[in-house]
Nanobody, 115 residues
Framework: QVQLVESGGDWVEPGGSLRLSCAAS????????MGWYRQAPGNQRELVAT???????RYADSVKGRFTIFRDNGKNTMYLQMNSLKPEDTAVYYC?????????WGQGTQVTVSS
């Protein structure tokens, strides 16, 4: 079993920045792939960004150029740097990590972008 703990969600004005963190209870260097997803009220959960073991990175079109996914294997933590935030980025953000054939989810962290 792997526990993922997210942090960094907050309220921010449009144009602001936040950095989300996802700390894992085991070494993330053995993860096949990991990523961030989000779910706004009334919407399905959607992919935001993913990074594979080979450092292949993929972003949703809506966040390209504004968000950056990266990880620190030494801290067993994955991050999502979010810049130029927009009201439509408001959602609960979830991290996901795959180890072998099993995927694990964090509990979610709320990001609210409004003036």
């Amino acid at each position: 079993q792997v526990q993922l703990v997210e942090s960094g969600g907050d309220w921010v004005e449009p144009g602001g920045s936040l950095r989300l963190s996802c700390a894992a209870s085991r070494s993330i260097s053995s993860s096949n792939a990991m990523g961030w997803y989000r779910q706004a009220p009334g919407n399905q959960r959607e992919l935001v960004a993913t990074i594979t073991a080979g450092d292949n990175i993929r972003y949703a079109d809506s966040v390209k150029g504004r968000f950056t996914i990266f990880r620190d294997n030494g801290k067993n933590t994955m991050y999502l740097q979010m810049n130029s935030l927009k009201p439509e980025d408001t959602a609960v953000y979830y991290c996901n990590m795959e180890f072998g054939f099993t995927g694990y989810w964090g509990q979610g962290t709320q990001v609210t972008v409004s003036s």
